[in-house]
């Protein structure tokens, strides 16, 4: 006799509901994988605009004159801050002011350390000058005001406060505005007590560093000749030969210089006393001018500018040919330019001799004015024209019902004429509701992702 079925034993039961449990679990976790996705492309999607939005407010407009310092030492004598190593002053200046722009300076103290000790209720003064040319002024003044009162006693090696004391100073033309330590007694400070009495320091500068701070006038706005004096150390690619150089670097920058538009620089450099080295340049060799570049969306922070040497044969004094950089702003704002690495030889990595700009002082940016591409009048619209003699308006009605042309099969073949009748219809592409509709999607998914997360912990909950 043939069975027709088995009968289910214990165990059978016992893996068939196993069986169903992995499968009904492996299904909870692809679900669950799938809302994890869902919710963190919603919540990637927000985290992008937000952080899209930060960077898009914090992006500069342009890029402004840079900040360039000079530090002088004083050594004084007599009074609360006689010594060698405790008075020193920071000097700031702005590389480049447009022209009518005034030139702002700012002292500071770095160090100013008592000798002795100062006592409360007494007042401190300070009388301080610079040496300044190019500017209106014949004697600018330093002075802070009011004088510090001192409200505690100070210690000796400790430092009272002083404030910045920052001036303003009107070029007297386009030439460069530079400031340097004046020469003798530049600085005194002065304690006074109650009583009168006066207990006087007197402080003479000592070597800057650099020596000067030169602001050009008129870079700011373009057309004028940038002119700077560049400290350079000069070797051969074995480093033979060393010099310390001095060159003066003039760029011509331009006056009209529009975003999108390649501009020309033009560059000179003369001075320096340099001499062909020890065997010479090679056949071929150029001059090559390097300087940095930043501000108005200019690609990369350097360009190179060469043309070819006519001074090859070792000890000739080296001429430098006139060089252009080439520079393309892509937005509105101020490109600033700042002489860099001079090298002699085929290429900057393949050269006789090589000339390295030096930190100190820092070379001066030479700064020019990126206004915005200008953009394609729009068309003037043509004139309506208008009837002589107006005439009097008849309204019609009628109602009107399209037959569809087809072979009479009830379907249409030929798609009638007329906008009021077909619409755009999907011959014109997709239209706004088409990025809606996925917008909605992914937020829809996000959200759906979350609701099954939720119900998923309350669910074990």
Not at 7 to 23: D, F, I, S
Not at 242 to 252: E, G, L
Not at 362 to 376: C, E, I, M, R, Y
Not at 425 to 443: A, E, I, N
Request: charged fraction near 15%; glycine fraction near 12%; aromatic fraction near 4%.
């Amino acid at each position: 006799m043939t069975k027709d079925w088995d009968p289910v034993t214990p165990v059978a039961v016992g893996h068939l509901l196993c069986l169903e449990r992995r499968e009904t679990v492996q299904k909870s976790k692809a679900r669950r994988r799938l809302a994890l996705k869902t919710s963190a492309l919603g919540l990637a999607g927000t985290l992008a605009l937000f952080v899209g939005s930060i960077v898009g407010l914090a992006s500069p407009a342009q890029a402004a004159a840079v900040d360039q310092t000079m530090t002088i030492p004083f050594s004084c004598t007599g009074g609360s801050f006689a010594g060698t190593d405790r008075v020193a002053v920071k000097i700031t200046t702005p590389d480049t002011v447009a022209t009518g722009q005034k030139v702002p300076v700012t002292w500071e103290f770095t160090s100013i350390k008592t000798s002795q000790a100062i006592n409360a209720g007494t007042t401190l003064a300070i009388e301080a000058d610079l040496d300044v040319t190019g500017v209106t002024e014949t004697a600018p003044n330093w002075d802070p005001e009011p004088d510090i009162t001192i409200s505690t006693q100070i210690p000796v090696g400790q430092s009272p406060t002083v404030p910045q004391k920052k001036v303003e100073l009107t070029p007297s033309g386009t030439t460069p505005v530079v400031v340097k330590p004046l020469n003798g007694q530049s600085l005194k400070l002065i304690v006074a007590s109650s009583a009168g009495t006066d207990v006087e320091s007197t402080c003479t500068a000592g070597t800057a560093t650099p020596a000067s701070l030169s602001t050009t006038v008129g870079g700011a706005g373009g057309g004028g000749t940038g002119g700077d004096t560049v400290s350079y150390k000069c070797a051969t690619q074995s480093n033979g030969d060393p010099k310390d150089a001095t060159i003066t670097v003039a760029m011509t920058l331009p006056t009209a210089a529009k975003a999108n538009d390649e501009q020309t620089v033009p560059a000179t450099y003369t001075g320096g006393q340099l001499t062909v080295p020890t065997g010479g340049f090679t056949t071929g060799a150029k001059f090559i001018a390097t300087a940095s570049v930043s501000g108005a969306g200019v690609s990369g922070t350097s360009v190179t500018a060469e043309a070819a040497l006519t001074t090859l044969t070792a000890g000739s004094p080296i001429t430098f040919p006139s060089v252009s950089f080439k520079v393309k702003p892509t937005t509105a704002g101020t490109v600033t330019l700042k002489a860099s690495d001079i090298y002699f030889g085929t290429s900057t990595s393949v050269y006789q001799y090589k000339c390295t700009v030096q930190a100190s002082p820092a070379p001066k940016g030479h700064s020019f004015t990126v206004t915005a591409a200008s953009t394609s009048p729009s068309p003037s619209p043509s004139p309506s024209a208008t009837s002589a003699s107006a005439k009097p308006t008849r309204t019609v009605t009628a109602t009107v019902t399209q037959t569809p042309v087809g072979g009479g099969n009830g379907k249409v073949t030929k798609t009638p004429k007329g906008a009021a009748e077909t619409g755009g219809g999907g011959d014109m592409g997709p239209d706004g509701r088409m990025f809606v509709l996925t917008g909605s999607l992914v937020v829809l998914a996000a959200a759906a992702g979350g609701l099954v997360l939720r119900r998923r912990s309350v669910s074990r909950g």
